[in-house]
């Protein structure tokens, strides 16, 4: 079970959404990291996630992390 949010995680979390992008990059599939995140209302904090469908090579590749940069630029 996730952690209980508390509010000064969320105004940390508000601050830092501000400052910079935000992006999950997982090796999972995007129907199970797409569904924590909507089921903890966490997906306005984030502005992509990569999953594994979006990627020919898992990490420490830097596929993943390179397709989360370019899309921060978008």
Known sequence: SFPT??????TLCRIIVQAYPLA????TRHILVDSF????DLTKYIFTTIAA???SLGKPD?????????RSEE
């Open 62 to 70: 830097p596929e993943s992390y390179l397709l989360a940069c370019g």
């Open 37 to 40: 995140l909507d089921k903890y």
């Open 24 to 27: 999950v990059n997982t090796g």
């Open 53 to 55: 469908e979006d990627i």
């Open 5 to 10: 949010r508390r509010s000064s995680d969320l």
